[in-house]
């Protein structure tokens, strides 16, 4: 695994001018620019830079399993869609 920031440094040796482009509330991707550019791009580092506590997010498996924690497997907590049949929600 390369961390987020490794592959940032060597991209700003590249291209000095790269800026931190606006977060969204509750964003997984870390957002740059390159001014002179079009468009932008960005790291989702949820290895090398947690972002569980502002995270917002749920993960539908296929098995119809709802998971509220996408990398911690094995404390994640999830739901059996197939469990709630007929519970009025």
Known sequence: MVPSSVLLSNLQKRYPTITKAAD???DT????????????????????????????????????????RLWHWITCASISLHDLEGVPI
């Open 24 to 26: 969204e509330l509750n």
């Open 29 to 68: 991707a870390r957002s740059y620019k390159i001014p002179g550019y079009t468009g932008s791009f960005g790291f989702i580092s949820s290895m090398s830079d947690h972002f569980c506590s502002s995270c917002n997010r749920l993960r539908l498996t296929a098995d119809g399993q709802i998971k509220v």
